[in-house]
């Protein structure tokens, strides 16, 4: 079992940056997709973006490509979510998952951590 644990959300302005970290423990497969996720108030669950842990193939919500980078360092056991040119809309609590399967959706993703808040003030 993998335990995982966010960090380095806070308040940004506008047009903004911030670095999300995933820091993970237990057993983790060199076979995991690891996974960043949302969830705004009163909304579902959302994809952000996804890397495989072996290669480091990534994937990337439409609403977030060219601005988010998901990024792993094995040495670390962590996961990074760089965000750039954050917009309000982009505010919400930033999940850390890992699955067997990858994909886009939440119900493929487990070991969640507590999660951390992203707010964007415009």
């Known amino acids: 079992q993998v335990q995982l644990v966010e960090s380095g959300g806070g308040l940004v302005q506008a047009g903004g940056s911030l670095r999300l970290s995933c820091a993970a423990s237990?057993?983790?497969?060199?076979?995991?997709?690891m996974g960043w996720f949302r969830q705004a108030p009163g909304k579902e669950r959302e994809f952000v973006a996804t890397?495989?842990?072996?290669?480091?193939?990534?994937t990337y919500a439409d609403s977030v490509k060219g601005r988010f980078t998901i990024s792993r360092d094995s040495a670390k056991n962590t996961v990074y979510l760089q965000m750039n040119s954050l917009k309000p809309e982009d505010a919400a609590v930033y999940y850390c998952?890992?699955?067997?399967?990858?994909?886009?959706?939440?119900?493929?993703?487990?070991?969640w951590g507590p999660g951390t808040q992203v707010t964007v003030s415009s």
């Open positions: 998952g890992a699955s067997s399967w990858g994909g886009s959706d939440p119900r493929n993703f487990g070991s």
């Open positions: 237990g057993r983790v497969l060199i076979s995991y997709y």
């Open positions: 890397i495989r842990w072996n290669g480091g193939r990534t």
